[in-house]
């Protein structure tokens, strides 16, 4: 099952990738774009280049699916979410079309156990948890009035540019031979390599018929320690991983600049993350979609690089 698809935020990371991935997959798609990131939108689709709310409903009108993959830089997330996921709520609700959302680990919390699924109780810890669970509530309530809904939950993305940790703390600095990671290199994180995760959200949309009105799934893409992953790095690059140096990410010093900072004070609340070790269960996106794409991660990784020039 194919048909048309409104991509909010086409021009950012995952919308782009998706865009792609449903244009490829025999859909329609439309890529919403803020004005003059034209250029950034995904070849053989309809580009609309705007902001304005009432745009954004008439590009919806038609649409099967709306997915939101609107994603505000950090500084402004605490401002913007909220409102961004209000917008695609109304877009989706006017339109008629089931709303697709990339759910994230947020919403867990530092006490999060460390297998996730979808009956893991929500209980965050930072402010940024506290919004997510208000968007997915939103959404559930949008449910309610019959907008069918589906959340896809994800971990730290890499792949398809850049954008997230992978690129711009890991291997940062790695033209000299240095890595910096952001925890212990023992503790399990979840990635999410981003044309896995899109390819998955094609699956899921040609299913939505299928599903109940609100549904949630988790994607169980790489669940690695961070000597794995600095393994992979190495080994994408053609060198040993111990002739790599592995920095630790100096968290003291990104707590103490937070109070006088927007993008400190932000990434200060996500330590957890990697200090805790976690893994997200897919058992139910399996039995949805069959074999859930997975790209192995030497793959992954060494595309990842070579996208960023690293």
Known sequence: MSGKILVLGAAGRLGHAAAEAFRMAGWTVTSLVRPGAAQRAPRGTEVVETIDRLDAIQAARGADVV???????????RRMALPHAYSAIEVAETAGATLMFPGSLYNFG???PGVID?????????RKGDIRVEIEQRMREASERGVRTIILRAGDFFGSGRGAWFDLV????????????PGPLDVV??????????????RLAEKRERLGMFETFGFAG???TGRTLVD???KAIGRDSRD?????????MIKALSPFFALPRELSELDYLWQVPHRIAGDKLKATIGDVPCTPLDTAVKRALREVGA
Request: hydrophobic share 50%; proline share 8%.
């Open 67 to 77: 997915l939101h993959a609107l994603n505000p830089p950090f500084k402004t997330w």
């Open 110 to 112: 530092a006490g999060m």
């Open 118 to 126: 979808e009956s893991t109780p929500m209980q965050p810890t930072t």
């Open 170 to 181: 890991i291997a940062k600095q790695l033209a000299r031979n240095e890595v910096t990671y």
């Open 189 to 202: 994180h979840e990635w999410a390599y981003v044309p896995d995760l899109a390819a998955a959200m094609v």
């Open 222 to 224: 790489h669940s690695v």
């Open 232 to 234: 992979a790095i190495a």
């Open 244 to 252: 790599l140096r592995v920095r630790q990410m100096q968290w003291w």
